[in-house]
Every structure is written in structure tokens, then in C-alpha cells.
T-cell receptor, first 115, second 113 residues
Framework: KQEVTQIPAALSVPEGENLVLNCSFT??????LQWFRQDPGKGLTSLLL?????REQTSGRLNASLDKSSGRSTLYIAASQPGDSATYLC??????????????FGKGTTLSVSS | DARVTQTPRHKVTEMGQEVTMRCQPI?????VFWYRQTMMQGLELLAY????????DSGMPKDRFSAEMPDATLATLKIQPSEPRDSAVYFC???????????FGPGTRLLVL
């Protein structure tokens, strides 16, 4: 059964710092991996989607990498800002998943960036 | 700006009452998902539709939960009878195609007393 783990569960950094969020998954048979952002009391916003054949994706100050063989992904945030404060969720679409296409989520990393 | 909409945004009800949550997926998306989020379990899949056909609802307690798509613009999730352990945030998401980016609605926050 596919399991997704995110470490750390919470992270506090001063503004301007570069940071890395980690995600690991137990089964390397995935179609893709997505990173989401969730603000308190709000829904999820997709940040980046990496297909299983890709190694990384970039959007602005965000860079996500994928190492499928080792079951790991990282989300790199450059020059963090207070507006980046949110919970970041990692999710995979697993091959052979019962739904075939539904996402399996980690519990998230809650990021706090202080000014 | 196309987005997934969900109603109601908040619902407080008493144990035993029926709860109906509604979702309007993004026009043209052919996949629709229902997820539930709790502090303990995180986000979990409840049901999945492709082209309005239910493909997987194995994550749903069948005795009390039901999910339907009466048409392409409406998905519903019903709980009858509701129990306190059903208290959670219920998210609907839609996608243009299988295995592509899913777009989430704002969620329905359900509290069952």
C-alpha cells in the first residue's frame, strides 16, 4: 500500500531564507507527484506537477525535484516571504491504485515565515 | 477564472440527520473526486467519477455515504445518518483528464454534534 510521508511536520524560518521541504513515498510505481499549498481554512492550490519521467519542475521561486527510484521528492523555496506561510502537501498518483488516478497525500509541512 | 465550487461552505447538524454536500466541477473536466480531510488521517479519497460514472468509492462507508453525479455540472455527497465521527472538511476536486492536475474546491466544513 502506497504511503506518503512529509518531514518536517512544521518549519519556521526568517524571511529571505532558502528552504527545502521533503516528501517520501514507499512505492516507486507512480504516474506523477504533485505539490499543493493549503492556506488555513481554505482549499488546496496546485503548485507543481512532476510526471514520473521528469526529474524536476520550476515555477517562479519554487523548484520541485523527483527521484522516483529512491521514492523522494523535494520542494525548494527560494528567498522565502511571509506570504509563503501555509501548509504544503505532497501527493502521488500511484500505478495500480484502486482508483487508478486519485491522489494519495502526505500529512503536510506547515511553514511559517517571519518578517 | 474557472474554479470548483462547493456548497454549503459550513454545516452544523445533529447526529442522525441527513447531510448533502454539492460540488460544481470546472466545465469540461471529466474527472471528479471527493476527499475528506481530518487532523488525524489527513486527506483521504472517498469517491471518484470519470465522465459521471463512479469508478471507485472504496474509501466511503457504504452503509451511510453515497456519491452521485446526476449531470456533468453537479456532484453530490450524502451522509445518512450522520455521526460525530463524520466531522471533517470535505473537498471536491476536478481534473481535465486522468492523472493530470486536480483543482480543488474550497471545501465543506461539517460538524456533527
Amino acid at each position: 500500500k502506497q504511503e506518503v510521508t512529509q518531514i518536517p511536520a512544521a518549519l519556521s524560518v526568517p524571511e529571505g531564507e532558502n528552504l527545502v521541504l521533503n516528501c517520501s513515498f514507499t512505492d516507486s510505481a507512480i504516474y506523477n507527484l504533485q505539490w499543493f499549498r493549503q492556506d488555513p481554512g481554505k482549499g488546496l492550490t496546485s503548485l507543481l506537477l512532476i510526471q514520473s519521467s521528469q526529474r524536476e519542475q520550476t515555477s517562479g521561486r519554487l523548484n520541485a525535484s523527483l527521484d522516483k527510484s529512491s521514492g523522494r521528492s523535494t520542494l525548494y523555496i527560494a528567498a522565502s516571504q511571509p506570504g509563503d506561510s501555509a501548509t504544503y502537501l505532497c501527493a502521488v498518483t500511484a500505478v495500480g491504485n484502486q482508483a487508478g488516478t486519485a491522489l494519495i497525500f502526505g500529512k503536510g509541512t506547515t511553514l511559517s515565515v517571519s518578517s | 477564472d474557472a474554479r470548483v465550487t462547493q456548497t454549503p461552505r459550513h454545516k452544523v447538524t445533529e447526529m442522525g440527520q441527513e447531510v448533502t454536500m454539492r460540488c460544481q466541477p470546472i466545465l469540461g473536466h471529466n474527472t471528479v473526486f471527493w476527499y475528506r480531510q481530518t487532523m488525524m488521517q489527513g486527506l483521504e479519497l472517498l469517491a471518484y467519477f470519470r465522465n459521471r460514472a463512479p469508478l471507485d468509492d472504496s474509501g466511503m462507508p457504504k452503509d451511510r455515504f453515497s456519491a452521485e453525479m446526476p449531470d456533468a455540472t453537479l456532484a453530490t455527497l450524502k451522509i445518512q445518518p450522520s455521526e460525530p465521527r463524520d466531522s471533517a472538511v470535505y473537498f471536491c476536486a476536478s481534473g481535465l483528464r486522468d492523472r493530470e492536475t486536480q483543482y480543488f474546491g474550497p471545501g465543506t466544513r461539517l460538524l456533527v454534534l
